[in-house]
């Protein structure tokens, strides 16, 4: 009897291997076994889902290093156009470039409950934070820019297990900046959040010349105008170590929250005023790497910031509405530059 029960085990474990051997086979971002099958949040690896010549589009709801169909850049063009010759008036963009900062305390205070962003790609696609929250790591300074609901600091913090790590959070907002002192895991001993405008003439409260090993900027370039770009980044250089690294993404030129603009919405070429009053541009990735060299140059024929681009690519996603046979593309810009 318990001979063959253990025969049974070993045909059941067998069958499981072939299984397990057949699923190998299929890599995780084409399985079609919910099971195995890689979904967003395992995290999702960017750049891991590519679409084959013959794929059906609508087999899953997202590719990877989708190239925009012509179909879909003669619709953008034309709404490029439409957007051009229905910009902003006047005296709304005096309005919305006076106080930026005012519309982006109204978002958080209009947006309590959707700020908390579970970010599971943040440690994969920016090795370096994974490194710097290792128990061994040492003395590190981490500075989030335009952190908002601090969507990267409290998931740093939360892996964190380096009793050295200093992260600081900054936001011109004050709202965002309340909101990230008033969540559950904020501690002052590791973390502190701070008011700073990454292009104003002050550094962050608390911090040096030369005293940060990594900045991070995810999704805060694009709230600036271009006008203010130049003293940004010389901030970042002024306040990083030599050395130290910036870890950057944001939105790239196509991507569908830009081609989507309707009327009235457009400030300059690529830069928008959302419906909320918070400004956005879209970068093209040639611009962004003059812009962090220094070659975007300086108005007053400074010596501009430079730092060295270690990796610069663009985040092409193709997303698909299967229900209702919609493409829609989405484009990132992700990055790192280090000062020199
Ligand atoms: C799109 S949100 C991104 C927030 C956060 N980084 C994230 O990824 O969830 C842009 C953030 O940049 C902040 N911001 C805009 N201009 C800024 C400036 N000049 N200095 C500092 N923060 C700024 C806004 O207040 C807002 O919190």
Same mark, same amino acid.
């Given at each position: 009897?318990?001979?063959?029960?253990?025969?049974?085990?070993?045909?059941?474990?067998?069958?499981?291997?072939?299984?397990?051997?057949?699923?190998?086979?299929?890599?995780?971002?084409?399985?079609?076994?919910?099971?195995?099958?890689?979904?967003?949040?395992?995290?999702?690896?960017?750049?891991?889902?590519?679409?084959?010549?013959?794929?059906?589009?609508?087999?899953?709801?997202?590719?990877?290093?989708?190239?925009?169909?012509?179909?879909?850049?003669?619709?953008?063009?034309?709404?490029?156009?439409?957007?051009?010759?229905?910009?902003?008036?006047?005296?709304?963009?005096?309005?919305?470039?006076?106080?930026?900062?005012?519309?982006?305390?109204?978002?958080?205070?209009?947006?309590?409950?959707?700020?908390?962003?579970?970010?599971?790609?943040?440690?994969?696609?920016?090795?370096?934070?994974?490194?710097?929250?290792?128990?061994?790591?040492?003395?590190?300074?981490?500075?989030?820019?335009?952190?908002?609901?601090?969507?990267?600091?409290?998931?740093?913090?939360?892996?964190?297990?380096?009793?050295?790590?200093?992260?600081?959070?900054?936001?011109?907002?004050?709202?965002?900046?309340?909101?990230?002192?008033?969540?559950?895991?904020?501690?002052?001993?590791?973390?502190?959040?701070?008011?700073?405008?990454?292009?104003?003439?002050?550094?962050?409260?608390?911090?040096?010349?030369?005293?940060?090993?990594?900045?991070?900027?995810?999704?805060?370039?694009?709230?600036?105008?271009?006008?203010?770009?130049?003293?940004?980044?010389?901030?970042?250089?002024?306040?990083? &170590?030599? %050395?130290?690294?910036?870890?950057?993404?944001? #939105?790239? !030129? /196509? @991507?569908?929250?830009? +081609?989507? $603009? &309707?009327? %009235?919405?457009?400030?300059?070429?690529?830069? #928008?005023? !959302? /419906? @909320?009053?918070?400004? +956005?541009? $879209?970068?093209?990735?040639?611009?962004?790497?003059?812009?962090?060299?220094?070659?975007?140059?300086?108005?007053?024929?400074?010596?501009?910031?430079?730092?060295?681009?270690?990796?610069?690519?663009?985040?092409?996603?193709?997303?698909?509405?299967?229900?209702?046979?919609?493409?829609?593309?989405?484009?990132?810009?992700?990055?790192?530059?280090?000062?020199?």
């Amino acid at each position: 009897m318990a001979s063959l029960e253990l025969a049974q085990d070993k045909h059941t474990g067998q069958q499981q291997q072939q299984q397990q051997q057949q699923q190998r086979e299929v890599p995780p971002h084409r399985s079609h076994d919910p099971q195995y099958n890689q979904k967003r949040s395992d995290p999702f690896q960017f750049g891991s889902r590519y679409l084959g010549e013959d794929d059906d589009v609508f087999e899953f709801n997202a590719w990877d290093h989708v190239e925009t169909d012509d179909a879909y850049k003669e619709y953008a063009e034309q709404q490029y156009a439409m957007q051009r010759q229905a910009p902003v008036s006047e005296f709304d963009k005096k309005r919305f470039n006076s106080d930026p900062a005012k519309w982006w305390n109204l978002f958080y205070k209009n947006n309590a409950a959707n700020f908390f962003k579970d970010r599971k790609w943040l440690q994969q696609e920016f090795p370096i934070l994974d490194k710097v929250t290792q128990e061994d790591a040492g003395p590190v300074t981490v500075l989030e820019i335009g952190a908002g609901a601090g969507n990267t600091a409290f998931p740093v913090l939360a892996k964190n297990k380096n009793p050295q790590l200093k992260l600081h959070a900054c936001d011109f907002s004050k709202k965002a900046v309340e909101v990230m002192r008033s969540h559950e895991s904020y501690d002052p001993k590791v973390m502190q959040a701070d008011v700073w405008d990454v292009a104003g003439d002050e550094l962050p409260p608390g911090l040096g010349e030369g005293s940060v090993d990594v900045a991070v900027m995810v999704f805060i370039f694009s709230a600036l105008s271009p006008l203010q770009w130049q003293k940004a980044v010389e901030n970042v250089y002024r306040v990083l &170590k030599p %050395g130290g690294e910036v870890c950057f993404r944001d #939105y790239g !030129r /196509g @991507d569908l929250a830009q +081609v989507r $603009f &309707k009327k %009235g919405r457009y400030l300059e070429e690529n830069f #928008y005023i !959302r /419906g @909320d009053g918070t400004r +956005v541009y $879209f970068f093209e990735k040639d611009e962004l790497a003059d812009i962090w060299t220094g070659k975007h140059g300086s108005a007053d024929g400074a010596q501009a910031a430079r730092f060295e681009i270690e990796e610069l690519g663009v985040d092409r996603r193709l997303l698909v509405n299967r229900a209702k046979k919609l493409k829609m593309y989405r484009c990132w810009l992700q990055g790192r530059f280090r000062k020199k």
